[in-house]
């Protein structure tokens, strides 16, 4: 699939050898596949680099070949295993990497990771000039400029059936649940999970909703007789634990609560995510060889662009009004 639209002409590189390192969640692993059997396809030598930038600044590296991937395309997290490196941040981290890849020879990158890993990428490219090409994958889907991410539809699948499950109780005891939902400073997958899931109310980040006005509605909902409600809460807006107390104190009505936390990250991808990971890990590689770097790959629309680093700003610019009201409106 060509890369549309290129950036500037680029003259096709000599790449011999490249390497992939990552974060994790549902995909990594079929991104990896499609990298390395893109790139070996294409006569070029592979090394995974092991933990993420802790291993790049340790130069802690595997050889990646076909067989190397085989069978991992429905496995969840990342073969290569990740860490969060925060000596990545200073100037003799980057630089002790760097050394790492040039004397091992290897010509470019492919990072694969949410805004952190990206941030690194950014850092490799723009001031050491090292070819660097991202994948965008994180649960979190706040990549700016990015609107679907690696790892969210798996996320979303397994925070939908978690909630499902809750539903059943819930309904069964009339009970309220608060059920709180990764994402720090982003609420898309707060959002997607309480509007898939049918719920009364989404606490996020982007949005103010007054835990007064969510008692009186809760208070209001129990004269007229209902009985059950489900309350999503992204953990960048609060906790599960104050927002039950809270509702608890303003109705007096029990709560229970639920914290989906790691095992949304964890789990089989959906095709969706092993589809867009064999989309975007091939093109990675094909920008790589093209010449096209400090940039990432995702889908606009149908289509895949290659994205510079830094060209969609600093933070992702996500409208959630519309699916805010859709939930008010259908709950
Ligand atoms: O950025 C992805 C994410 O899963 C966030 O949703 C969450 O807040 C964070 O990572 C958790 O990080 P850790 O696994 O280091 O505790």
Not at 247 to 257: D, H, K, Q, S
Request: with cysteine; hydrophobic share 45%; charged share 20%.
């Amino acid at each position: 699939m060509p890369i549309m639209p290129a950036p500037a002409p680029a003259p096709a590189t000599k790449m011999k050898r490249i390497a992939v390192l990552t974060r994790d969640c549902g995909g990594v692993n079929a991104a990896i596949r499609a990298v390395v059997r893109t790139a070996v396809g294409a006569g070029l030598e592979v090394e995974g680099v092991m933990r993420g930038y802790d291993g790049l600044m340790s130069g802690d590296f595997v050889p990646l070949d076909r067989r190397a991937v085989s069978n991992i395309i429905g496995l969840g997290g990342t073969i290569l295993k990740t860490a969060r490196a925060e000596e990545f941040y200073d100037e003799a981290g980057q630089r002790a990497g760097l050394g790492h890849l040039r004397a091992r020879g290897i010509d470019g990158l492919v990072v694969i990771g949410g805004n952190g890993s990206l941030a690194g990428a950014w850092v490799l490219a723009e001031r050491y000039g090292f070819p660097v090409v991202g994948i965008p994958a994180t649960i979190d889907n706040d990549v700016p400029g990015v609107r679907l991410a690696i790892g969210t539809d798996t996320a979303l699948n397994v925070a939908l059936d978690a909630l499902d499950k809750i539903r059943d109780t819930a309904t069964s005891l009339e009970r309220i649940f608060i059920v709180e939902v990764m994402g720090r400073k982003c609420g898309w997958l707060a959002m997607q999970v309480a509007l898939s899931g049918g719920c009364e109310e989404v606490l996020l980040p982007e949005k103010d909703v007054p835990l007064e006005a969510l008692c009186a509605e809760v208070t209001a909902g129990r004269a007229r007789g209902k009985a059950s409600w489900i309350i999503v809460v992204a953990e960048g807006r609060s906790t599960a634990a104050a927002v039950a107390e809270a509702v608890t104190a303003g109705t007096g009505l029990e709560t229970r609560i639920a914290v989906l936390g790691h095992i949304q990250r964890g789990g089989r991808p959906t095709a969706l995510d092993r589809i867009l990971a064999a989309r975007l890990g091939h093109a990675a590689v094909e920008a790589l060889v093209e010449g096209r770097t400090g940039g990432l790959v995702h889908m606009l629309d149908d289509r895949l662009e290659f994205l510079p680093f830094g060209a969609a700003g600093d933070v992702k610019q996500t409208d959630i009004e519309a699916d805010y009201h859709l939930l008010k409106v259908l709950s």
